[in-house]
């Protein structure tokens, strides 16, 4: 592409398929920005994996840090909101509530002289990745910020999937995209796996591409370099996960279930808890259990812990160790020790309410015989630890502490790597040497199936009840308690 007419113009977008290689185009404008001495730019994008991969890219171009800021939109929302803003701000853990109304405000503020002449004065132009993940609202305010700089965005009509937020904005159409409509680049080589090795891979995807958008059902089956397994459940197919996990060190999960938690759960309960879980930045847990910690006492520090463990393992654990009231009394001398772990930090929390003591009982918890290995949710583990670490050092609540830890992830991004699960929601952005995709017929619609399809640069597994993989509109199946361990399986309510 032409990179020196792309950040000329005022407004330019930039159009490329999934691993077509946006972020790198990204990377080689800072390399010229860089090397003609053109200024500070601000890049943004949606995800704290974004941020990792385009810091990645202009570490590997050696592009200084002097030409370029990266965070995400609602990060750079947050920030002015949270510097300027004097009224009452939405609790964050209403997401939905929250992330309106900072992007509201922002707008807001952006056009008050004073901040405006801050932005001019801190950079020269925008970037902004993912762009077909914008909501209106989004759109709205990088159309402010592109008065008062050069903006440049790119996306991918087909991976626009982050419509739970809002309405999104429409890349193909001139009344949403105005100017920038008029100054388009598209990109045609698909890079990812031209580098991974793997040509023939990023091919057949972009034929798989071609169909999707021309409304055509896709035979998986039909293309060689995706390996794919009919089965009317993925957990019928154990020995083959467990192949695969042994197999790979660079390997993603993708569940099609993304709106429920439980079934990644199930997933890691059936595989020895051996993938990591990816979790959602913003996921309530995070911090209504810090608020939990918050709010215990010695009259309820019981059922709080319970709560809390269970929301970490599942509740089969947790009452072997708890009744309502109190620690179990053990009758085996080994058990009784375990049991000892808990009860010295329980007694010294219901003394001193010392939230520390929490975090002794949570740590020693999951050293108990047959607990370590069943923490699933191994992320908001280490970031309760963490934050209730940070309250004690800083005096804050452990709420405000979580609130100050998250922030700083959506700001600084975080690396996924190894042998993960997650949705496509939470792996957008991400590429993996080898991905597998799980029960493929759930997906909903076309855009969510390409995105799962091209996180992997060499290797893709494709887990379906039929090969042909056609949009009809269906009801998402609900997730139910597994009774039987031996036989988990998921198990779908035609009433869902």
């Known amino acids: 592409m032409d990179i020196e007419d792309f950040i000329s113009q005022p407004k330019s977008m930039l159009i490329a398929p999934a691993g077509y290689g946006k972020t790198y185009t990204i990377a080689n404008c800072l390399h010229f920005i860089e090397e003609n001495n053109l200024g500070k730019h601000l890049i943004l994008t949606h995800t704290h994996a974004g941020i990792i991969s385009i810091k990645e890219k202009l570490n590997k171009l050696k592009v200084s840090t002097r030409f370029y800021s990266v965070e995400t939109i609602t990060s750079l929302a947050q920030k002015?909101?949270?510097?300027?803003?004097?009224?009452?701000?939405?609790?964050?853990?209403?997401?939905?509530?929250?992330?309106?109304?900072?992007?509201?405000?922002?707008?807001?503020?952006?056009?008050?002289?004073?901040?405006?002449?801050?932005i001019k004065a801190s950079y020269t132009g925008l970037f902004v990745d993912e762009y077909q993940d914008c909501t209106l609202d989004q759109h709205s305010l990088i159309l402010e910020i592109s008065k008062l700089l050069k903006t440049h965005i790119l996306g991918d009509p087909l991976q626009g999937i982050f419509s739970f937020a809002g309405t999104l904005v429409n890349l193909e159409s001139q009344i949403d995209m105005g100017d920038f409509f008029l100054h388009q680049q598209i990109l045609e080589e698909p890079w990812r796996?031209?580098?991974?090795?793997?040509?023939?891979?990023?091919?057949?995807?972009g034929h798989i591409r071609t169909e999707l958008i021309n409304n055509k059902q896709i035979n998986i089956s039909n293309y060689k370099e995706i390996e794919t397994i009919i089965t009317d459940n993925y957990l019928y197919n154990s020995s083959k996960i467990y192949e695969i996990i042994k197999a790979h060190n660079n390997v993603l999960f993708i569940d099609s279930l993304s709106i429920n938690i439980n079934s990644r759960?199930?997933?890691?309960?059936?595989?020895?808890?051996?993938?990591?879980?990816?979790?959602?930045?913003?996921?309530?847990?995070?911090?209504?259990?810090?608020?939990?910690?918050?709010?215990?006492?010695?009259?309820?520090?019981?059922?709080?812990?319970?709560?809390?463990?269970?929301?970490?393992?599942?509740?089969s654990l947790v009452k072997k160790w708890f009744n309502d009231k109190d620690l179990i009394k053990k009758q085996l001398i080994d058990d009784q020790k375990s049991s000892e772990t808990l009860s010295i930090p329980i007694d010294n929390f219901k003394k001193m309410l010392s939230k520390y003591d929490i975090k002794i009982i949570i740590q020693e918890f999951f050293k108990l015989p047959n607990s370590k290995s069943?923490?699933?949710?191994?992320?908001?583990?280490?970031?309760?630890?963490?934050?209730?670490?940070?309250?004690?050092?800083?005096?804050?609540?452990?709420?405000?502490?979580?609130?100050?830890r998250r922030n700083n992830i959506r700001r600084m991004g975080r690396k996924e790597y190894g042998k993960c699960v997650g949705t496509t929601l939470l792996t957008k952005g991400l590429e993996f040497d080898t991905v597998v995709v799980l029960n493929a017929h759930n997906f909903k619609d076309i855009k969510n199936l390409y995105v799962a399809l091209t996180r992997a640069s060499k290797n893709l597994i494709v887990f379906t009840d039929n090969p042909i993989l056609s949009f009809i509109p269906k009801k998402a199946p609900k997730i139910r308690s597994v009774k039987d361990f031996g036989q988990m399986q998921l198990l779908f309510n035609e009433d869902s």
């Open 374 to 404: 069943r923490c699933y949710r191994k992320d908001l583990f280490s970031s309760l630890i963490s934050t209730i670490e940070d309250s004690e050092i800083n005096k804050i609540s452990v709420y405000e502490a979580m609130v100050k």
């Open 80 to 118: 002015f909101v949270l510097s300027f803003y004097r009224g009452k701000i939405p609790n964050q853990e209403d997401s939905d509530e929250y992330y309106s109304f900072i992007i509201e405000k922002a707008k807001e503020i952006i056009k008050i002289k004073p901040i405006t002449e801050i």
């Open 265 to 315: 759960i199930i997933f890691l309960q059936h595989f020895s808890n051996i993938p990591t879980l990816i979790e959602s930045i913003d996921d309530k847990d995070f911090y209504l259990l810090a608020k939990k910690i918050d709010e215990a006492t010695a009259i309820n520090i019981i059922p709080t812990l319970k709560h809390i463990l269970t929301k970490l393992s599942n509740e």
């Open 193 to 205: 796996w031209k580098n991974g090795n793997n040509e023939e891979l990023g091919e057949q995807l």
